[in-house]
């Protein structure tokens, strides 16, 4: 009695396809395929071998130069 036998997750299955239909199963698999396909690519792609070098990333600094030719204007409109 306290085990679940085969015939109930069969059941259960029957009641999942039936509820959500199989279009909607399918599509929620396949998401789920990709994502788990992104998730494992981008943990790949963070830990480089130390054989293979790692690109270089360019970063951005807080400061922003301001070019002496730039005015700086706000755009109203008539009303």
Same mark, same amino acid.
């Given at each position: 009695?306290? %085990? /679940? %036998?085969? =015939?109930? =997750? *069969? /059941?259960?299955?029957? /009641?999942? @396809? *039936?509820?959500?239909? +199989?279009?909607?199963?399918?599509?929620?698999? +396949?998401? *789920?395929? %990709? &994502?788990?396909? $992104?998730?494992?690519?981008? @943990?790949?792609?963070? +830990? #480089?071998?130390? #054989? !293979?070098?790692? &690109?270089?990333?360019?970063?951005? $600094? &807080? &400061?922003?130069?301001?070019?002496?030719?730039?005015?700086?204007? !706000?755009?109203?409109?008539?009303?």
């Amino acid at each position: 009695m306290g %085990s /679940i %036998s085969i =015939w109930h =997750w *069969l /059941i259960v299955l029957l /009641i999942v @396809v *039936l509820v959500f239909g +199989t279009k909607k199963l399918k599509n929620i698999g +396949t998401d *789920l395929g %990709s &994502a788990v396909k $992104g998730f494992k690519d981008g @943990v790949r792609d963070g +830990t #480089a071998s130390p #054989a !293979e070098p790692a &690109a270089p990333t360019q970063q951005v $600094g &807080a &400061a922003r130069t301001i070019d002496p030719g730039t005015v700086d204007v !706000e755009a109203k409109t008539k009303s």
